[in-house]
C-alpha cells in the first residue's frame, strides 16, 4: 500500500470520529445538558444551547434534530468505516 493511501485512511478516519463528536454533541436528546445561562468566559455548555439553538420546548427541539443526527452519525460511521477499511489493506 502507499503512503498516500494510508495517509488517506488516517484522514478518514479522524474525520469519522469528528463528524461523529459533532453530531453527538448537538443532539438535544443524547448530547450532553446544555446551559441557557453562561456560568463564565468559556462556558462549552452554553455555548452547546447557542449551537443547538433555543427552542421554547426541549421535546419538540429533540423530535425536530433526531432525523439529521441520525443521518450525520450513519455518514459519519460510513466514512469512519472507509477509512478503516484503507488502513487494514495490505500492501501490494
Do not use: C, K
Not at 16 to 36: C, M, N, Q
Not at 52 to 81: E, F, H, K, Y
Amino acid at each position: 500500500m502507499t503512503r498516500a493511501t494510508r495517509r488517506s485512511g488516517v484522514v478518514l478516519v479522524v474525520l469519522g470520529v469528528l463528524g461523529g463528536l459533532y453530531f453527538w454533541l448537538s443532539d438535544p436528546r443524547y448530547g450532553p445538558e446544555a446551559r441557557a445561562t453562561p456560568q463564565g468566559a468559556a462556558d462549552v455548555r452554553h455555548w452547546l444551547y447557542r449551537l443547538r439553538g433555543s427552542p421554547q420546548n426541549p421535546v419538540d427541539a429533540a423530535n425536530t434534530a433526531w432525523l439529521s443526527t441520525a443521518v450525520g452519525l450513519a455518514g459519519s460511521l460510513t466514512v469512519l468505516g472507509i477509512g478503516g477499511w484503507l488502513l487494514t489493506r495490505r500492501a501490494v
